[in-house]
């Protein structure tokens, strides 16, 4: 019998073919929670995207072996309830970094030459911004990095080559040694690296402890010239101290690539500024990302369902019980 699987959302059809034929493919209705309760009976294996895989769903399911999540974060997943029933979760965490680092690069320097910004003034005839000098230039200025994993680390290197930038990071999670690796200098404290950098770039996972963490208070602590950056996770951010802060100039400009809720409610004042800059969740969906993340996704499904280990186990006390 034909072992099924059950793709939340549609993914690259380079990821459906990965699974040969001793799998049956199918997608679901829709991928509301009430949807997939109804379809996951009988699934083996399963790939969502940022779809949320709920306790309530988990437990609905009868035959379910593995979750690979189309991407890196694991948030959507309930990750305790797959773990406490035994099931193992995959993930696809080199497939982003690329992506999501270059998209980082160019917002920072869109950002600091008013790309969007001139771009506008001058469709809309205003050709006397040129005389502005808004635009700065990013050689020799300080970036700060909140996260120093694959991205984090590879904006490192990537800023400080392309723009001659030096870069400072906090990441409770990595050994000096390794940030010296990396030539940059590494902080015990966040809020000195928010105070001293004038581009803070966010690379960081959704967790209790980083919800909500970039709040008014800390925003204050940023120079008036210095821009922000979220490409993690929208929560990190508390989105009304942000737009306040770019409204009255506590800081000088963002941009942003997730949000809280997702997608954002069509009345979001930030979209009213101009000093932001503005995508939808979109760092990651080049052409090329699409296809790593959704062969990454499959690859990891099929290894579990046919007894091997996978390269990237989220829960790996699962496996190896």
């Not at 779809?51 to 890196?72: C, M, N, Q, S, Y």
């Not at 797959?82 to 965490?93: C, D, F, H, L, Y």
């Not at 941009?255 to 939808?280: G, H, M, Q, R, T």
């Amino acid at each position: 019998m034909k072992q099924k699987i059950l793709i939340v959302q549609a993914i690259h059809e380079r990821g459906v073919q990965k699974f040969d034929d001793r799998f049956e493919v199918c997608v679901a209705s829709d991928p509301s929670v009430a949807t997939v309760i109804k379809e996951i009976r009988g699934v083996a294996g399963v790939i969502v995207r940022m779809a949320p895989f709920t306790r309530e769903i988990i437990e609905a399911a009868d035959a379910l072996k593995v979750i690979g999540r189309h991407g890196v974060g694991v948030d959507n997943i309930d990750l305790q309830a797959a773990t406490e029933k035994g099931i193992v979760v995959v993930n696809t965490p080199n497939a982003n970094a690329t992506s999501v680092a270059e998209h980082t690069l160019t917002a920072i320097g869109a950002l600091a030459k008013r790309v969007v910004v001139y771009d506008r003034a001058i469709r809309e005839g205003r050709w006397e911004l040129r005389n502005s000098y808004g635009a700065v230039d990013l050689d020799g200025k300080t970036l700060g990095l909140v996260g120093i994993g694959r991205i984090g680390s590879m904006v490192a290197r990537r800023a400080a080559a392309a723009y001659n930038m030096k870069v400072i990071a906090f990441d409770p999670y990595v050994k000096p040694e390794a940030a010296r690796e990396l030539g940059l200098t590494l902080y015990a404290r966040m809020d000195d690296v928010f105070s001293q950098a004038d581009v803070i770039s966010l690379h960081t996972p959704l967790t209790p402890e980083t919800r909500g963490f970039v709040n008014a208070t800390k925003l204050r602590l940023m120079k008036p010239t210095a821009f922000l950056l979220n490409f993690s996770r929208g929560e990190v951010v508390d989105e009304k101290a942000l737009c306040e802060a770019l409204k009255s100039g506590v800081i000088a400009g963002a941009a942003i690539d997730v949000y809280d809720p997702e997608p954002p409610l069509k009345d979001n004042p930030l979209f009213a500024l101009e000093n932001i800059l503005l995508s939808p969740h979109s760092a990651a969906l080049t052409q090329e990302c699409v296809i790593r993340m959704a062969t990454g996704a499959a690859e990891g499904v099929v290894d579990v369902l046919s007894g091997r280990r996978p390269q990237f186990v989220v829960n790996p006390e699962v496996f190896n019980k």
